[in-house]
């Protein structure tokens, strides 16, 4: 089992930054790729930001150039860098985790950001 605990996210301005972390817990020698995604009301929960144990990355398209994520193994923590916020961005943030020889997902409970002026 991993546990997962999010922490960050809240109001901001349009053009502005947020930092989100997500910090890891339990059986997390058998995390492989963890990741942001997000989900607004009516919509599937999207693919924000993933990050491998070695540190390879991959951004939706939509995010790209503004967002930024980051591990660090020895802490068992993940952080997204979220710069120049726009409201399409408004979601509630889930931090996720693969594990174990079937990569089975874990999930955090959702901290929500709002862009708005």
């Known amino acids: 089992q991993v546990q997962l605990r999010e922490s960050g996210g809240g109001l901001v301005q349009p053009g502005g930054s947020l930092r989100l972390s997500c910090a890891s817990f339990?059986?997390?020698?058998?995390?492989?790729?963890m990741g942001w995604y997000r989900q607004t009301p009516g919509r599937q929960r999207e693919l924000v930001a993933v990050?491998?144990?070695?540190?390879?990355?991959n951004y939706a398209d939509s995010v790209k150039g503004r967002f930024t994520i980051s591990r660090d193994n020895a802490k068992n923590t993940v952080t997204l860098q979220m710069n120049s916020l726009k409201p399409e961005d408004t979601a509630v943030y889930y931090c996720?985790?693969?594990?174990?020889?079937?990569?089975?997902?874990?999930w955090g409970q959702g901290t929500q950001i709002t862009v708005s002026s």
């Open positions: 996720n985790a693969e594990a174990g020889k079937n990569n089975q997902d874990y």
């Open positions: 339990g059986y997390i020698f058998t995390i492989s790729n």
């Open positions: 990050i491998s144990r070695t540190g390879s990355t």
